[in-house]
């Protein structure tokens, strides 16, 4: 189980990725966090993986059954990752080396973790690409990167992450780029992981509603709710929460999405979604507390006591 | 799949061999470069072959004894003419005789060329190692101790020049502390390992002060590559997996520095006939400098010209030797994948 209190993620330059999060991940469930780009949700996966730039200030505690990450070293945190911990990174052209065949990145973990051989390595790194309807596989783990499509090498990623059988998986926009019957699949595959905790981040509703047990939605470094996947479909609380489910296709796109950062002195001091909020009263130009109701979280006047 | 590789395949080989064919347009291009520009050069090579006295008295008295000379130098005819009988010259490897001396340029250039070659790989060699090791160390933990303490002392050394630190160095350790030979190449009437050792204490300073300088631009372009190569996401997936850090540095970082290195490192050896004219000229030590400087006073055409093809298909070979190898290395350079 990973519990998260009061995290905060400040860069050089004052700029704040995280405000103060605090987010249990229960252990064999998955947890999507939703919100838009520049919301935090990257940075915290990152951050528990303690993989941000030197210039990040890390604050707060994130514990791993007990263990607080932040205190840990270097070699003890290394010890981690790829046996606690593994990483589906977002499928970008550049999250794969682009001198090393797909098959040794994917294989690479077990080897340098599980000290498997190369052979036994490259053959698992076969499996999970058969598991993920790669095509080819043989010849795609022979291949290097940038002979894949985007589909692929995310595909490819998510194998890479898997293969290690880490308990807990922290993967990062794992279908983007994906088209509909290759989300199915991705999708298939994290609800097959059910030995897995999984904490999944995701621009994606469909693909949230379909994998997710729990969900942590975020706006701008905040998190704004956090609840069971059924009750945040079915009856979602926060301002912010009841926009993104209207901007669904499925619910007749009634929402404009349109970005906007707080620019207001009420949108920086108080409630961060103040400059959008359509329900915005007198009492949210001050910071909303994280109000507590039938065992949901939400950051907002309306349900504070 | 099968037909895909065989295409791949032909794909690589056609890049191969447009290289290869460039490398040899560019060769010939030189070639004729070299030939305009040597005889662009002021003054008469006759002159020169004869002596200031000799020349002006045939000059006045009799020219026609002037032609003789020209005809048996073979600088007569048109500029033409000469192009095309240097052109068979090249090609037949008949380089000729030396204005001068009047011995045969190719042994007298082949035998400055071993002594070069000498210093200079050893420089190479020496800096390569050194320059690129301690740069991939200061990349890598870039703001660090070892980067700040070295980035500053190399700094310091590039902004010396050259033949400045030399001088420096001879006057330090051979005139003063005695401990190298002021210049010169090996001490007379010597064989077997004294004269090897003798070699060696020779080219100690000169090759000393050549892999100065060659180190610190290495290590400050390998650092420059590390550094922008650690922060690359692939890196951070890296991590993220657990590799260890040795793991991280050595396949993933190092592997991918290695392309502009690579490519560094052959135009420096490409440039290993012409490179250290100045500390060969400072260490009296005889190779292609210091012949190459005499022949061009002297308007030695024949010396001039093969030294100069030398250098230039050295430069051109040595560069082919490096788009052979980063193409072996980057796999989406032989599948003619553009890429940043």
């Not at chain 1, 926009?243 to 207001?264: T, Y």
């Not at chain 2, 300088?213 to 190569?229: G, H």
């Not at chain 2, 004219?277 to 012949?291: A, D, R």
């Amino acid at each position: 189980m990973i519990e998260i209190n009061k995290l905060s993620v400040v860069f050089r330059g004052g700029l704040t990725a995280i405000d103060c999060l605090d987010l249990t991940v229960p252990e064999k469930e998955n947890t999507v966090i939703i919100g838009e780009s520049g919301s935090g949700k990257s940075v915290l996966l990152a951050a528990i993986l303690r993989i941000l730039p030197a210039s990040a200030q890390v604050s707060g505690e994130l514990l791993l059954d007990g263990t607080d990450l932040l205190s840990l070293g270097e070699k003890e945190m290394n010890e981690l990752r790829g046996t606690r911990l593994a990483y589906i990174p977002q499928g970008g052209g550049s999250s794969m080396n682009p001198l090393l065949t797909v098959g040794y990145q994917i294989a690479e973990p077990l080897m340098e973790k599980r000290a498997a051989s190369r052979r036994t390595a490259l053959s698992a790194a076969v499996d999970w690409m058969k598991r993920l309807n790669l095509g080819s596989e043989e010849k795609l783990a022979a291949a290097y990167p940038h002979t894949l499509s985007g589909g692929m090498r995310q595909r490819a990623l998510i194998a890479m992450g898997a293969i290690t059988g880490a308990p807990i998986l922290l993967a990062d926009e794992p279908t983007k780029g994906l088209d509909g019957e290759r989300i199915e699949t991705v999708t298939d595959l994290l609800r097959r992981l059910t030995d897995r905790t999984i904490l999944c981040v995701s621009h994606d509703l469909r693909f949230a509603r379909l994998v997710a047990d729990k969900i942590c939605v975020m706006y701008a470094a905040q998190a704004v709710e956090q609840c069971d996947s059924g009750a945040f479909f079915s009856e979602p609380l926060h301002p912010y929460s009841r926009m993104i489910l209207e901007a669904m296709p499925e619910n007749g796109l009634k929402a404009d999405m349109g970005f906007a950062p707080p620019h207001s002195e009420a949108g920086r001091m108080g409630c961060r979604f103040y400059d959008r909020c359509p329900r915005r009263g007198a009492k949210c130009a001050q910071a909303p507390p994280m109000a507590e109701r039938e065992g949901r979280k939400v950051r907002c006047w309306l349900y504070a006591d | 799949m099968e037909n895909q590789e065989q295409r791949l395949g032909i794909k690589r080989l056609r890049l191969a061999a447009g290289y290869l064919l460039r490398a040899v347009a560019l060769v010939f291009a030189i070639i004729s470069i070299n030939f305009i520009l040597i005889h662009l050069m002021p003054g008469d090579p006759v002159m020169h072959i004869l002596g200031d006295e000799q020349y002006f008295t045939l000059y006045n008295q009799f020219p026609e004894k002037l032609d003789e000379v020209r005809a048996q130098y073979s600088l007569d005819g048109s500029l033409l003419t000469q192009y095309l009988r240097y052109l068979e010259q090249v090609v037949t490897l008949q380089f000729g005789h030396s204005f001068i001396g009047g011995e045969s340029v190719a042994k007298t250039v082949l035998f400055r060329m071993k002594w070069t070659a000498l210093l200079a790989l050893s420089a190479i060699a020496i800096s390569a190692l050194l320059g690129g090791a301690l740069g991939v160390l200061a990349g890598y933990r870039k703001g660090g101790r070892l980067d700040r303490a070295l980035t500053g002392l190399f700094l310091f050394l590039e902004t010396i020049p050259a033949n400045c630190l030399a001088l420096i160095l001879l006057v330090i350790f051979s005139y003063k502390l005695h401990w190298f030979p002021v210049g010169g190449m090996v001490s007379g009437r010597l064989s077997g390992w004294p004269r090897v050792l003798s070699v060696l204490h020779h080219m100690a300073l000169p090759v000393l002060v050549l892999s100065l300088f060659r180190t610190s631009s290495n290590f400050l372009l390998m650092k420059s590559y590390v550094s922008q190569i650690r922060d690359e996401d692939y890196i951070v997936v890296a991590v993220a997996k657990g590799i260890s850090r040795r793991h991280v540095l050595f396949r993933h970082v190092l592997k991918n520095a290695l392309v502009p290195f690579v490519t560094t490192i052959c135009l420096q050896v490409g440039h290993i006939l012409s490179g250290s004219m100045l500390i060969e000229v400072v260490f009296s030590w005889k190779g292609m400098g210091t012949l190459i400087y005499d022949a061009v006073n002297n308007r030695d055409y024949p010396t001039v010209q093969m030294c100069f093809l030398l250098i230039a298909v050295c430069v051109v070979f040595f560069n082919f030797v490096s788009d052979m190898l980063c193409m072996r290395i980057d796999p989406r350079i032989q599948d003619g994948v553009q890429h940043g």
